[in-house]
């Protein structure tokens, strides 16, 4: 597809946003004005049966969620004939891993608001039975509302599973779904089990990246990523930055870091009243943005998406 073609006679293209294997990510505008954000399956991947089962899942996922702080869906075409779309609200914006890629460090005042919205997305995601499965900076939209506050929305379901769906067709042990380097130990070894908790442990990780500069792990290949995120406990804020961060905030990252999902907190609720706490806490103040850098890490390991570059 090319921008200026015309989807289904009302979705105008306008810039692409992203390509991937299966599909494209385009910006639109609806015949009646709308500014909209369109994913479109590719026509070798439309001829694909699990493909196709996994575009109808993110749609049905999509539509299934009421949370402002998820991309609303519009419209989705999951049926015969092609060609095969879904439709979000435009909310403006960047996605987290363009403005990682931009800022050096981000300060804990900065990140929680931003924490605090993907909690509050999981929430809702959770009780509607879908655990996300691709929790990344990718998949994070951060804009800054009318009132000045920032605001972050969680997008793209093409990995959910939802509590009525076998997932048979889609997910066996020993295939990893999600991003490797933000991932939950169980989703590499039994993804079939992963539940709510692997989305706290991927949320953990963002955290983490977004802190430090680092991610928690890092490897020369997907393999041997693997098998650290397996074996081996996360590091700590202050190992990896060089400086003295507050315990309750090492501790907060660390449980969700957890490898054992019954160490992480038991929903996204109680990870978001934990978090609050950590915000009202006077006295111990985490270091502003602007520090020294963290050190290098070695090669970022991913298997879906080129993560993003810090400088």
Known sequence: MRSGDL??????????????????????????????????????????????????????????????????????????????????????????????????LMSFDHVAPILDDLLDALIATHAAGIVHRDVKPQNILVAVEPDGRVRARLIDFGLAKLDDDGDELLTTDGQTLGSVAFCAPEQIEHSREADARADLYALGTVAFYALTGRLPFAASTPSALMALKV??????????????????????????????????????QAARHELSQLRLGAGERPRKRGGKRAPAAVTRTETRVKQPKRR
């Not at 049926?79 to 931009?102: D, M, N, S």
């Not at 804020?237 to 038991?266: C, F, H, K, M, N």
């Open 231 to 268: 074996n081996q406990h996360p590091p700590t804020l202050s190992s990896v930055t060089g400086e003295q961060w507050p315990a309750a905030i090492e501790r907060w990252v660390a449980t969700l870091l957890a490898r054992q999902p019954s160490d992480r907190p038991a929903s996204a």
């Open 7 to 104: 989807l289904a006679d009302r979705y105008r293209l306008g810039q692409q946003l992203g390509r991937g294997s299966f599909g494209e990510v385009w910006t639109a505008e609806s015949t009646d004005g709308r500014r909209l954000v369109v994913k479109v399956l590719r026509p070798g991947a439309a001829a694909r049966a699990d493909v196709v089962t996994r575009f109808a899942r993110e749609a049905r996922a999509a539509a299934m969620m009421t949370s402002d702080r998820v991309c609303r869906l519009t419209e989705a075409r999951t049926a015969p004939p092609g060609p095969y779309f879904i439709v979000w609200e435009h909310q403006g914006g960047e996605t987290l891993e363009e403005l990682l890629a931009r800022d050096d």
